[in-house]
């Protein structure tokens, strides 16, 4: 059986992120909380979106810059636990984000006169960034060519496909799982991806699940 033939083939597009910091920072909790009311909302997607572009696998526990930094210069196991288990996705759009880390911030302060507080080389030092999006040469017109060049692509790929475009977009889907479903007719397949969710996990890992979906359908198409 001939390979179904794509509609429009798949552009495969790197980035690459150019960071600016701001002049804002949180040397405790309670100035973390009226910082994260203050920044530019670019700053927010920056410290949660943006942290699956940047963070290690030795990271991935905390979900966000906001829980990192609760866990690795204050120290406060509470407030961390509570800053991880917010995934960004489930918001719709960065201003509810913001309002809900502000609210988790404020509720953990509450009843206490004081916070912990650091010296600035250990503050929390807001950023945004800017994405530059990078060609990369490879393009797919069936799902043998996609699963090749999505096993090959440099993970930045996998964020800008993936994370970058349905945190940006209107779409609740990614340009993954949108190209599966309008230019091979792959519905199913695309529900699969839409469903697998980056949060608290790598861009490799997330690759390494897609190209599990992506051997499991070619399969099927075996005769």
């Given at each position: 059986?001939?390979?179904?033939?794509?509609?429009r083939?798949?552009?495969?597009?790197?980035?690459?992120?150019?960071?600016?910091?701001?002049?804002?920072?949180?040397?405790?909790?309670?100035?973390?909380?009226?910082?994260?009311?203050?920044?530019?909302?670019?700053?927010?997607?920056?410290?949660?979106?943006?942290?699956?572009?940047?963070?290690?696998?030795?990271?991935?526990?905390?979900?966000?810059?906001?829980?990192?930094?609760?866990?690795?210069?204050?120290?406060?196991?509470?407030?961390?636990?509570?800053?991880?288990?917010?995934?960004?996705?489930?918001?719709?759009?960065?201003?509810?984000?913001?309002?809900?880390?502000?609210?988790?911030?404020?509720?953990?302060?509450?009843?206490?006169?004081?916070?912990?507080?650091?010296?600035f080389?250990?503050?929390?030092?807001?950023?945004?960034?800017?994405?530059?999006?990078?060609?990369?040469?490879?393009?797919?017109t069936?799902?043998?060519?996609?699963?090749?060049?999505?096993?090959?692509?440099?993970?930045?790929?996998?964020?800008?496909?993936?994370?970058?475009?349905?945190?940006?977009?209107?779409?609740?889907?990614?340009?993954?799982?949108?190209?599966?479903?309008?230019?091979?007719?792959?519905?199913?397949?695309?529900?699969?991806?839409?469903?697998?969710?980056?949060?608290?996990?790598?861009?490799?890992?997330?690759?390494?699940?897609?190209?599990?979906?992506?051997?499991?359908?070619?399969?099927?198409?075996?005769?």
């Open positions: 059986m001939a390979p179904r033939v794509a509609k083939p798949f552009t495969f597009t790197g980035c690459v992120e150019l960071r600016q910091t701001l002049d804002v920072h949180a040397l405790d909790e309670r100035e973390l909380g009226h910082r994260l009311q203050e920044v530019p909302a670019e700053s927010i997607f920056f410290h949660t979106f943006g942290y699956f572009l940047r963070h290690r696998p030795v990271t991935t526990a905390y979900g966000n810059d906001f829980a990192r930094w609760a866990a690795l210069e204050l120290g406060d196991r509470t407030l961390t636990e509570r800053l991880a288990v917010v995934d960004p996705f489930a918001f719709p759009d960065v201003d509810a984000l913001r309002e809900h880390l502000v609210t988790i911030v404020q509720d953990h302060l509450r009843g206490r006169d004081e916070s912990r507080r650091v010296e080389d250990r503050a929390f030092h807001f950023q945004r960034s800017h994405l530059v999006e990078v060609p990369l040469g490879l393009t797919a069936n799902l043998t060519e996609f699963r090749a060049g999505l096993a090959s692509v440099d993970a930045s790929a996998i964020y800008l496909h993936i994370v970058e475009t349905r945190a940006r977009s209107e779409r609740s889907t990614g340009d993954f799982a949108e190209w599966l479903r309008t230019s091979l007719d792959l519905s199913a397949l695309a529900q699969r991806f839409d469903h697998l969710d980056p949060y608290l996990t790598t861009l490799e890992r997330v690759r390494g699940r897609l190209l599990g979906l992506l051997d499991e359908a070619l399969e099927s198409e075996r005769p």
